[in-house]
Every structure is written in C-alpha cells, then in structure tokens.
C-alpha cells in the first residue's frame, strides 16, 4: 500500500521569506503523480502544484515550487516571498498514474502560520 | 458557477439519527468521490463511483451507503450516526481515465455528532 508522511505538523515563516515543507511516500510503483493541495480556514481544498514522476524537471507555478527526489522518494514543496495569504494547512498527495478511479493518497497536512 | 456543491454545509445532529449529504457536479465528470477529513485534519477516501457503479469502497462502517443517482450526482447517507462520525465529509469529482486529469473538491460538509 502506498503511504504519504509529512514529518511536519507545523511550520511558521515570515512575511517575505522562503519556507521548505516536507514529504517522503512510500510506492513500489514507477509511474505517478504527486500533488500539494492547499487548505485555507474555509476548508476548500485548492491545488497548488504537481509533479508527474517520469519527469525530471521540477515542477514550479510562480512562488511554488518542488524538489522532487525520485531516489529518496521525497517532493517537498519550496514557497518563496510568502504572503499572509499562505497561510493554511499544505496536503502532500500521492495517485498511480495508470489508476483507475483516480484515488490520492494523502499526507497527515502541515500547517502553515506566516508572522506579518 | 459551482463546479461541486454540496448540501449542506454544516450538519448538527444527535447521535443515533439518519442523516444525508447532497453532491452534485456541472464539470461533466465521470467519477465521484467521498474524502473523510477527520479531526486531526487526516483526508481518506471512502468511496468512488464511475457511471453509477461503486469501485473503491475503502473500509468504511457500513452504516455509511452511497447513493448515485446518475453520474453528476452522489450522495452519501449514514444510519445511526455515531460521535465519531464527526469530521468534515468532501465530494470530488473527476473523469476516470487520463494522465491530466485532475480532482475537483467541493467546499465539504461538517458533520457534528453530539
């Protein structure tokens, strides 16, 4: 069974200034997908990036992006100049790529406090 | 418009009741998920339906039925509620197949047993 760990159950930052959150899976599998969902107090689940794992080059979507480590099976999430508006709990989420259903394992969450 | 609703958002309810959760998706997906996020914010599947047919049904009580209706819609219903069915329940929609395919979320209900 796949598995998803976030070793970080919280992590704060400051206004401006670059925070690294952490996450290593578990698979057996050599092709999926991986994602970092955001959820901010409104509970809405918002995605953030993904990674496709045959891919090399590591994913970015403007101030987000990943360090992805097919070897150690690590995809942490980098978010540079964070805003207030960061703030919320980050999910690391795992799928097959061939799966059907798309079913995403996810990790425990982390959450993320910016100080003005 | 609303990619995936769900009805309602918030549910209070004494313990050993019947209650139902609505979910509806305009994205002309083919697959439909029930998440449960529980206290401690841990997000795991429940279900998934594809064309109205049930192909994930992780182990959950069965007190816990989904219904599907046709593809846009799955609701999920829960007999004899218990305290620990407290926890914030999300519909996502998706199409079955394809690399690209990407889940939706919608804005989850939260339950709370007293």
């Known amino acids: 069974a796949q598995t998803v760990t976030q070793s970080q159950p919280e992590m704060s930052v400051q206004e401006a200034e670059t925070v690294t959150l952490s996450c290593t899976y578990d698979?057996?599998?050599?092709?999926?997908?991986l994602f970092w969902y955001k959820q901010p107090p409104s509970r809405q689940m918002i995605l953030v990036i993904r990674?496709?794992?045959?891919?090399?080059q590591n994913a970015t979507e403007n101030r987000f992006s990943v360090n992805f480590q097919k070897a150690a099976k690590s995809f942490s999430l980098k978010i540079s100049d964070s805003q207030l508006g960061d703030a919320a709990m980050y999910f690391c989420a795992y799928r097959i790529h061939n799966n059907a259903g798309n079913m995403l394992t996810f990790g425990g969450g982390t959450r993320l406090m910016v100080k003005p | 418009d609303t990619a995936v609703s769900q009805t309602p958002k918030y549910l209070v309810t004494q313990m050993g009741n019947d209650k139902s959760i609505k979910c509806e998706q305009n994205l002309g997906h083919d697959t439909m998920y029930w998440y449960k996020q529980d206290s401690k914010k841990f997000l795991k599947i429940m279900f998934s339906?594809?064309?109205?047919?049930?192909?994930i049904n992780e182990t959950v009580p069965n007190r816990f039925s989904p219904k599907s209706p046709d593809k846009a819609h799955l609701n999920l219903h829960i007999n004899s509620l218990e305290l620990g069915d407290s926890a914030v329940y999300f519909c996502?929609?998706?199409?079955?197949?394809?690399?690209?395919?990407?889940?939706?979320f919608g804005p989850g209900t939260r339950l709370l047993v007293l």
């Open positions: 339906y594809n064309n109205k047919e049930l192909i």
């Open positions: 698979t057996s599998e050599s092709d999926y997908y």
């Open positions: 996502a929609s998706s199409h079955y197949r394809g690399p690209e395919t990407l889940l939706s």
């Open positions: 990674q496709e794992a045959y891919k090399q």
